[in-house]
Antibody, heavy 114, light 111 residues
């Protein structure tokens, strides 16, 4: 059974940083597309970033230059380093695995507020 | 404002069929057969229901079907059941600079 478990969310001040983690089991992070998708409170889904099996990374314009996606193959874990956070980054962040976001974690809430 | 346009809400009675539309442009829905649909119950993670316009993942009921015509994709749910009440989101690949775009979501109410 595939399980994706996010962690690392919390309250952070504008301009601050946070690193999210997504630990996978029953699923190999390095062999699959892995994405981060976020959902602002009461709003829809927004794709944030993807890392391909070959290591290429891509970002939504809204986070480009501020967020970095990476993975640790030995830990089978996906990361999202978020810098220069803004109020509009407040959302539940989901990691999603495979080509069509086949598998999702339970999400971790990031709140950017002073 | 979401890149793909969905109706805010639809409703139907148990046993009936409903269709949710998802309108994009020639840069996303119209260019790629890479439309997917997700079901999300309150407080839960999204669940993949349809991929590549009309394919169902293993375990998804055949009451769910997808189609596409031009720049508009559609999700049809037949034989509505109370458990189908949820939010539904469409998603399309939009090329190698934008990547993935979602619709704003449609709230399905089973009357």
């Amino acid at each position: 059974e595939v399980q994706l478990v996010e962690s690392g969310g919390g309250l952070v001040q504008p301009g601050g940083s946070l690193r999210l983690s997504c630990a996978a089991s029953g699923f190999t992070v390095s062999s699959n597309y892995m994405s981060w998708v976020r959902q602002a409170p009461g709003k829809g889904l927004e794709w944030v970033s993807v890392i391909y099996s070959g290591g290429s990374t891509y970002y939504a314009d809204s986070v480009k230059g501020r967020f970095t996606i990476s993975r640790d193959n030995s830990k089978n874990t996906l990361y999202l380093q978020m810098n220069s956070l803004r109020a509009e980054d407040t959302a539940v962040y989901y990691c999603a695995g495979a080509d069509y976001f086949d598998y999702w974690g339970q999400g971790t809430l990031v709140t950017v507020s002073s | 404002q979401s890149a793909l346009t969905q109706p805010a809400s639809v409703s139907g009675s148990p046993g009936q069929s409903i269709t949710i539309s998802c309108t994009g442009t020639s840069s996303d829905v119209g260019s790629y057969n890479l439309v997917s649909w997700y079901q999300q119950h309150p407080g839960k993670a999204p669940k993949l229901m349809i991929y590549e316009v009309s394919k169902r993942p293993s375990g998804v009921s055949n009451r769910f079907s997808g189609s596409k015509s031009g720049n508009t994709a559609s999700l049809t749910i037949s034989g509505l059941q109370a458990e189908d009440e949820a939010d539904y989101y469409c998603c399309s690949y939009a090329g190698s600079s934008t990547f993935w775009v979602f619709g704003g979501g449609t709230k399905l109410t089973v009357l």
